[in-house]
């Protein structure tokens, strides 16, 4: 047997060798991450710093203070913040142009010459001055069929024909009008409208354009009240006229009014006053609120329907089991709507034979039990509780004796002429434009007095005012309510404050 042995020149490696070597490598790896780590540690530290000199030196009345703890991140906070610079303004542009396609999808029947006429519209004269005689004379065949029509839609409003300013698919159209364009996708956001198509969604921008500019014009003036935009933005005054100001005015000339009916459970003022006022009671003129006395029952909202004499009502008589029982009760507004006989649901009632049918039916269900659906139709349901809440009777209170009814007796019901200026209503002291007629009823649940200085005399100025319950809302003016102008007697009365009614409970 033969061994043959070869030598090898390499070196040889022990195994304690080889894992002394791999536990040097791995020492020298760990080594250079936790260098990398003390670099990007002192890398950070570094940029911290450096913020926070930076924004120390900006101080504290800053823009980016004043963002971060005042303002409140919403729609509105959003959009302004976007339209400072221009890739924020394609973005809002891009969003409406995403809301109108949306809206155009519906519209599969439209031939392409009406779509061309109706909903691609020329912002400039001389796009139609180069366009062929033929397509320009159809042009003028539809303006002239619709003038009569949108005479008939707008009113009295100064509004262009929409075929001559709208053009939502033209981005050169939404930068230009980026300010109102941008207001109503978030109004349109907000209220959650859904228009039918794109026809009526330009409509409705030319009525929410026309309302935005007048309220902006408004606010941009030196008044004791500012204006809003609201759900009522993007309608025409007679529209909300026909929906929500729909109050009937009773006849007060006569006992009985023009169906017949008797206030037969009206009660004399002064025998009211000298049951419910201390004798010794010193009335104050300045000042009194009952919601500081635990005596008015939270803001409501009547929706689409023409039931602002009930809600006026029902708030009234909801006060007064709060002033006279200590109860917090809720009363269906909704049972007197369907119930009262001789008022006209949600097409309008009158405040007075309200309190009238109440007594006659033997009184309300609590708002659980008997809940409000605005306009839906409804029948009668006079059986739904066992429990109902009712009157004894109720006194109309004489025109200079407001102040002291509410003081002494309890917030009351009243007639106002609400007009333009009165539904986009923000805060301040109402003093605006009124209608020629009394149409919506609200409640009185206080008044007060506010000074304001005035830059001509260089002195402080008193303005009185009645505080009105409103039922729009809690979103509405001044969470609902709306300081409207009097004087120090309460004899002044801003929009004709008149048909004063409180109902009485034992």
């Known amino acids: 047997m033969e061994y043959h042995v070869e030598y090898s020149n390499d070196k040889y490696v022990k195994p304690e060798k080889e894992l002394f070597v791999e536990k040097t490598e791995e020492s020298s790896s760990s080594k ?11 890398s950070a530290i570094c940029i911290f710093a450096c913020s926070v000199i930076y924004i120390s030196k900006l101080g504290p009345n800053s823009e980016i203070f004043n963002n971060s703890s005042t303002e409140i991140v919403n729609d509105d906070f959003v959009i302004n913040s976007l339209l400072k610079s221009k ?17 155009d999808k519906n519209e599969e029947n439209l031939e392409k010459g009406n779509e061309n006429t109706n909903m691609i519209i020329a912002l400039d004269s001389s796009n139609s001055s180069s366009s062929s005689s033929s397509s320009s004379n159809n042009y003028n ?9 949108y005479k008939k839609r707008f009113g009295n409003l100064k509004v262009v024909n929409k075929q001559s300013i709208v053009n939502f698919f033209d981005t050169k159209f939404l930068m230009n009008n980026l300010e109102t364009a941008s207001a109503f996708y978030t109004f349109i956001k907000e209220h959650h409208r859904k228009y039918k198509n794109v026809d009526e969604m330009q409509e409705k921008f030319l009525i929410f354009s026309e309302n935005f500019k007048k309220i902006n014009l408004h606010n941009k003036s030196n008044n004791l009240y500012k204006k809003k935009i609201n759900r009522f933005a993007d309608l025409t005054f007679e529209e909300v006229k026909n929906k929500l100001l729909t109050l009937k005015k009773f006849d007060t000339s ?10 037969a459970h009206l009660s004399n003022y002064e025998d009211v006053l000298n049951k419910y006022k201390p004798k010794d009671a010193v009335l104050d003129y300045v000042r009194y609120d009952w919601r500081l006395h635990k005596g ?19 708030g009234v008589i909801e006060s007064q089991y709060a002033i006279r029982k200590n ?17 006209f649901g949600c097409d309008g009632g009158f405040t007075s034979l ?15 039990e008997y809940p409000y659906v605005a306009n839906m139709p409804e029948m009668c349901q006079v059986d739904s509780c066992q429990k109902k809440y009712t009157i004894n009777s109720y006194v109309e209170v004489p025109e200079d004796k407001y102040k002291e009814a509410i003081q002494f007796v309890g917030p009351i019901t009243i007639s106002v002429a609400a007009s333009e200026d009165f539904i986009y209503y923000d805060e301040g002291i109402f003093d605006g434009e009124c209608a020629g007629e009394l149409n919506h009823a609200v409640s009185i649940v206080g008044y007060g007095v506010e000074e304001k200085y005035n830059s001509v005399t260089k002195k402080n100025d008193k303005h009185y005012y009645y505080i009105i319950k409103n039922s729009w809302g809690k979103y509405w003016g001044e ?8 004087d120090e007697f309460g004899l002044k009365k801003t929009c004709s404050l008149d048909e004063a009614y409180i109902p009485l409970v034992e």
């Not at 008015?296 to 029902?314: I, M, R």
Request: net charge negative; glycine share 6%.
């Open 141 to 149: 065949e539809n303006n002239n069929d619709n003038s009569s029509s």
């Open 32 to 42: 250079k991450k936790k260098n990398l780590l003390i670099i990007f540690s002192i």
């Open 327 to 343: 109860e917090m009760i809720f009363v269906s507004e909704q049972e007197l709507v369907d119930c009262s006989l001789h008022n």
């Open 296 to 314: 008015v029952t939270p803001v409501k909202d009547q929706g689409n329907c023409g039931s602002c004499w009930a809600f006026s009502v029902v």
């Open 87 to 103: 890739s924020g303004k394609k973005l809002i542009v891009s969003k409406i142009e995403e809301l109108i396609s949306a809206y």
């Open 354 to 368: 309200a309190f009238e049918d109440i007594i006659d039916i033997g009184g309300l269900c609590t708002e659980d």
């Open 479 to 486: 969470n609902g309510y709306m300081r409207i102008k009097t």
């Open 254 to 263: 006569d006992s009985n009014n023009s169906n017949g009916h008797k206030r």
